[in-house]
């Protein structure tokens, strides 16, 4: 979850953005914290879902975003809930990067390590993500499905 503080016609409104990658247990974490939003202070105003490419490669739901409107200055309840509720990732960048190349030195041999580069660099172009964003997605469609 990340987002993005902005102030307009004199109100602090937050624009909230959940990545959707296991639709049930993450419609129920948002879920979760739209119920603690509306505890601490924060009015959600609108919630627009995001569509696009998933990682199975078909089009569907992606995303959700919250915007909330602030009632009172009271942000530690967010902090509290990022510690509390966020999951840590199955695996650092670096060890997405090791398994891939494992990965593809299994199933292209010699070449592997050239042919995964060349996938990462598509997806960058295609998909306009960084790098980072490439690796993850790649890992996230052939080794952590």
């Given amino acids: ?6 102030l307009y016609d004199g109100n602090i409104l937050r624009t909230y953005y959940f990545e959707i990658r296991n639709f049930k247990e993450d419609l129920a974490l948002f879920t979760k914290f739209l119920e603690e ?4 202070e924060e009015e ?8 696009g490419q998933a990682l199975t490669g078909t089009f569907g ?3 959700l975003a919250a ?7 009271k942000t530690t309840w967010l902090q509290q809930f990022m510690v509390t509720e ?3 990732p199955a695996a650092s960048l670096e060890e997405m990067r090791r398994r891939l190349i494992d990965y593809y030195l299994k199933v292209y041999g010699p ?4 042919l995964l580069e060349r996938e990462i660099i598509k997806i960058v172009e295609e998909q306009a993500v960084t790098v980072d964003e490439a690796i993850r997605r ?4 052939l080794i952590e499905v």
């Fill in 1 to 6: 979850m990340s987002y993005i503080r902005i």
């Fill in 37 to 40: 939003a509306h505890k601490h």
């Fill in 44 to 51: 959600v105003i609108s919630v627009i879902p995001c569509f």
């Fill in 61 to 63: 739901l992606v995303g």
């Fill in 67 to 73: 915007i909330t409107r602030i009632k009172e200055k």
């Fill in 86 to 88: 966020k999951k840590p």
């Fill in 111 to 114: 070449l592997g390590k050239e």
């Fill in 138 to 141: 790649l890992y996230y469609r």
